[in-house]
Nanobody
Framework: QVALVESGGGLVQAGGSLRLSCAASGRAFSNYYMGWFRQAPGKEREFVAWINSIGSVTSSADSVKGRFTISRDNAKNTLYLQMGRLTSNDTARYYC?????????????????WGQGTQVTVSS
């Protein structure tokens, strides 16, 4: 069992930056693929980025490529999402998730554990 807790969300002006964190507790964080998803009101949960267990491979959605960076610190059991050049389209609740194995890591269904999310609101 893994418990995930996101933090770092808030209100930011368009063009600004935020760094989200996801603290993991429980069984070996370093064994998991990790991902970030987001969900805006009335919309489906959307893939943002994923990272492999040792942090050597990442993938991100086209909508955030070049603006967002996913990373992890296995010594601290923490996942990060550095977000830059934010726009109103990035307003959503952001969730971190953990997966036992690879697969379609762009799909929410591939993940076994989820945090409660942290709200990001971008004002224009």
């Amino acid at each position: 069992q893994v418990a995930l807790v996101e933090s770092g969300g808030g209100l930011v002006q368009a063009g600004g930056s935020l760094r989200l964190s996801c603290a993991a507790s429980g069984r070996a964080f370093s064994n998991y693929y990790m991902g970030w998803f987001r969900q805006a009101p009335g919309k489906e949960r959307e893939f943002v980025a994923w990272i492999n267990s040792i942090g050597s491979v990442t993938s991100s959605a086209d909508s955030v490529k070049g603006r967002f960076t996913i990373s992890r610190d296995n010594a601290k059991n923490t996942l990060y999402l550095q977000m830059g050049r934010l726009t109103s389209n990035d307003t959503a609740r952001y969730y971190c998730a953990g997966a036992w194995r690879s697969g379609n890591l762009r799909s929410p269904g591939s993940y076994n554990y989820w945090g409660q999310g942290t709200q990001v609101t971008v004002s224009s």
